[in-house]
């Protein structure tokens, strides 16, 4: 069974208003299900609010956020909810001003300018693994050209 939640449930876990909560629905923000005149939500809503309820606290505009929904729904097939699911390849990272969408393990996406203009993620630590490794193999390449390592001639 798929767990639920009432709106005195969202209340106390996310610390957002009841008027708040009421506004998101009616703009569509997140659209709980219903039974009879109660608003019930599941955890993807749940954990919906909560993610924007943090983006609201660290300074992000309810307008930019929903523009990030849209587009993730639109451009990505995915919700905000899901960008934070441990088995998902999507993933949102803040600066605090910038809003970001990591794609892949090379790739992350400015979500508030323009979603079709990626930027790409240099590893530092592999780049350094591949120069040490490149170093070691050449030093291995020029011992075995001298025909083995220097030995030092014996004193008579």
């Not at 088995?87 to 508030?112: K, M, N, P």
């Amino acid at each position: 069974m798929q767990q639920e939640f009432t709106s005195n449930d969202i209340i106390a876990l996310t610390g957002i208003t009841a008027r708040q909560l009421q506004w998101w629905d009616e703009r569509g923000i997140v659209a709980p299900g219903r039974k009879g005149h109660r608003r019930i939500y599941s955890w993807d809503e749940l954990i919906t609010v909560a993610i924007i309820c943090q983006l609201r606290r660290r300074g992000f505009s309810l307008q930019r956020i929903r523009r990030v929904i849209a587009l993730l729904q639109q451009e990505f097939g995915t919700s905000l909810a899901a960008t934070i699911s441990a088995s998902s390849e999507h993933h949102l990272l803040t600066d605090g001003t910038h809003l970001y969408l990591r794609t892949s393990a090379r790739q992350v996406v400015d979500l508030l300018k323009n979603a079709r203009q990626p930027m790409f993620d240099i590893c530092l630590s592999d780049e350094v693994r591949r120069v040490r490794g490149e170093i070691q193999s050449r030093k291995k390449s020029a011992v075995s050209e001298r025909g083995g390592p220097l030995r030092r001639a014996k004193r008579a």
